[in-house]
């Protein structure tokens, strides 16, 4: 048992290997360029929906990241502490001092799946999550179908996936962060491209 329990320490300090995203110097201005045409359209009757390429999502991504990383966490706004990731140690983090720790955001588009890899720094540890599924909107808030999870480079149970993925996007403690703009209508993934449709 305690070399099973070793392994499994093991697996998880080791993170996954991000997802091959290709690399596209014009994916930032088709970006800007489109969320620009929706802005316009706001009021306007006719088809509003955003199509956004692997490239593109990946670039908005890491403007949202270095965004987080500049403005630095904001300890006053308190969490629960997360507990048994430091040797029993306890950990009061804020949402924002959890953002400001992620060192790799990825996504992977394909089909009608996404796949999130995450790489964040844990109390000196990087640490890997990555988790794929099926994304939509549900009472107004974003909502995932997971179908595959890996915690470094250790998969989750199929089993457990759905129960990880629910505990993660229905805790109180950042849920309205996973509220979407108003005005969207749905947020899916279809044919490899990142879909969000305006009412």
Partial sequence: MPAILVIVLLLILRPGNPPDVRPDPEAQHRLDAKLQRIGRQEG??????????????????????NVALQHGPAPEKRQPSLAGLDAGATHDLSVEEVQSRVLDVRTRLSGDQVAAYVLF??????????????????????????????????????????GA???????????????????????????????????
Wanted: proline share 6%; net charge negative.
């Fill in 44 to 65: 306007e009757a006719g088809d509003r929906t955003l199509r956004l390429d692997e490239a593109e999502l990946n670039a908005w991504m890491r403007s949202t990241l």
């Fill in 121 to 162: 720094d844990l109390f000196g540890k990087e640490i890997s999550l990555e988790v794929q599924g099926r994304l939509g909107v549900r009472d107004g808030y974003l909502c995932l179908d997971p179908t595959a999870m890996w915690i470094g480079s250790l998969p989750v149970p199929e089993s457990s996936v759905k």
């Fill in 165 to 199: 993925v629910d505990r993660l996007f229905g805790d109180p403690a950042h849920r309205e962060t996973l509220r979407v703009p108003p005005g969207v209508r749905d947020i899916r993934v279809e044919d490899g491209q990142l879909v969000i449709v305006h009412d």
